[in-house]
């Protein structure tokens, strides 16, 4: 894992916590787009050489929507800069750690995404990131 590649926070309401972290980070996000096979639509801010996700869910039933009605809005996922993605995931199986979609699907921001399961990882999702084309 080469770094932090960003940190995920769930939300509620993905306009009204854009104009809260606007106003926080004094800049605006510089990306919205909906995720519709997760269900979410997010936006990114950076802060420094660092980025925050925000997560909005676009269904009931979604994984955003379970997290909020578990847990509340708060820090959903922490995601790792990976340069091969498929390689990392085979690490960790390797290393005992589940994997939630061993296939890399899709995800925001350009890039291709898995998850190792909070179970695993001291209850703390983790991402897998890996820019497509690379």
Same mark, same amino acid.
């Given at each position: 894992?080469?770094?932090?590649?960003?940190?995920?926070?769930?939300?509620?309401?993905?306009?009204?916590? !854009?104009?809260? &972290?606007?106003?926080?980070?004094?800049?605006?996000?510089?990306?919205?787009?909906?995720?519709?096979? %997760?269900?979410?639509?997010?936006?990114?801010?950076? !802060?420094?050489?660092?980025?925050?996700?925000?997560?909005?869910?676009?269904?009931?039933?979604?994984?955003?929507?379970?997290?909020?009605?578990?847990?509340?809005?708060?820090?959903?996922?922490?995601?790792?800069?990976?340069?091969?993605?498929?390689?990392?995931?085979?690490?960790?199986? %390797?290393?005992? &750690?589940?994997?939630?979609? %061993?296939?890399?699907?899709?995800?925001?921001?350009?890039?291709?995404?898995?998850?190792?399961?909070?179970?695993?990882? !001291?209850?703390?999702?983790?991402?897998?990131?890996?820019?497509?084309?690379?």
């Amino acid at each position: 894992m080469k770094k932090i590649e960003h940190l995920g926070i769930a939300v509620k309401d993905l306009e009204a916590s !854009n104009l809260l &972290f606007e106003k926080l980070l004094g800049v605006a996000p510089y990306k919205e787009e909906e995720v519709a096979s %997760e269900g979410v639509r997010t936006s990114f801010f950076m !802060n420094g050489p660092n980025k925050i996700e925000l997560l909005e869910s676009t269904t009931a039933d979604g994984p955003i929507a379970k997290f909020l009605a578990k847990k509340g809005e708060g820090v959903h996922h922490v995601a790792f800069a990976v340069e091969d993605i498929k390689a990392e995931i085979k690490r960790l199986k %390797e290393e005992g &750690f589940t994997i939630l979609n %061993e296939t890399p699907k899709k995800g925001a921001d350009n890039k291709w995404v898995a998850f190792v399961h909070p179970k695993t990882t !001291n209850g703390v999702l983790v991402e897998l990131c890996q820019e497509i084309g690379k």
